[in-house]
C-alpha cells in the first residue's frame, strides 16, 4: 500500500506517447521501402507527430498541476521531451524526402529507419514496465545497441556515398537524410539514459 497517493496517468500518457513513436517509425520505414504517395503519406507522419506533440504537452501540463508525481518531475520532463524529440527527427527525415524530391530512397535508409522501428518497439516496452518497476534496464541496453548498430551503418553507408555518388547535389541530399536518420536513432538513445537514470533512482 502506497503512504501517499500518485496519478498514474503520467504512465498512460507515456504509453501513448511511446506508441506514436512506434507508430511515426513504422511509417517512415514503409515510405522509404516503397515511395508511392510520398506528399501524402509524409503528411501521415506530420499528423502523428502532432498528436505526439499534443500528448507532450498534456504531460506536462499534468506535471503542473500534480502535486505527488510517480518520479522526479524533472525525470518526467526530460522523459517526455526526449521522447518527442525521436519522433520530431522521424518527421524530419520524412519531409527531408519530399524537400529534397528523393524519390528513389537508396535501402540503407529503409534499414536505419528499421532501427528506429526496434527502438522505439523498445522504448514502448520500457515504458510499459516502469509503473512496476520492472525490467526496464534489458529495453535500454537494447536500445543502445541498436543505436551503435545505426552509426556504424550511417558511417559505412555515408563513406560508401562518397565513393560511388557522382552527382554532389545527389550526395548532399543522401548525406543529410542519413544523418537526420542517425540523429533520431541518437535521440532514441537519450530517451532510453532517461529511462535508466529514473529506474536506478528508485532502486
Request: proline content about 3%; glycine content about 2%.
Amino acid at each position: 500500500m502506497r503512504l501517499l497517493p500518485r496519478d498514474e496517468k503520467f504512465f498512460e500518457l507515456f504509453a501513448e506517447l511511446s506508441g506514436y513513436l512506434t507508430e511515426g517509425a513504422k511509417l517512415l520505414r514503409s515510405i522509404l521501402e516503397d515511395p508511392r504517395d510520398l506528399g501524402m503519406r509524409v503528411e501521415q507522419v506530420q499528423a502523428i507527430e502532432h498528436k505526439a506533440d499534443r500528448t507532450t504537452h498534456a504531460i506536462i501540463a499534468k506535471l503542473n498541476q500534480s502535486f505527488i508525481t510517480p518520479f522526479d518531475r524533472e525525470d518526467i520532463h526530460r522523459l517526455a521531451s526526449s521522447l518527442d524529440d525521436v519522433l520530431d527527427f522521424t518527421n524530419a527525415a520524412a519531409h527531408r524526402l519530399v524537400l529534397y524530391k528523393i524519390t528513389q530512397p537508396p535501402p540503407v535508409a529503409a534499414e536505419l529507419a528499421g532501427l528506429i522501428v526496434l527502438q522505439s518497439e523498445e522504448l514502448a516496452h520500457g515504458v510499459s514496465v516502469l509503473e512496476k518497476n520492472g525490467a526496464v534496464l534489458k529495453h535500454c541496453d537494447e536500445v543502445n545497441r541498436l543505436e551503435d548498430e545505426a552509426d556504424h551503418i550511417s558511417r559505412r553507408a555515408i563513406a560508401l556515398l562518397f565513393d560511388t555518388e557522382k552527382d554532389p547535389i545527389q550526395l548532399i541530399k543522401f548525406k543529410e537524410l542519413y544523418e537526420v536518420l542517425e540523429m533520431a536513432t541518437d535521440k532514441a538513445e537519450d530517451a532510453a539514459n532517461v529511462l535508466e537514470a529514473i529506474v536506478l533512482k528508485s532502486a
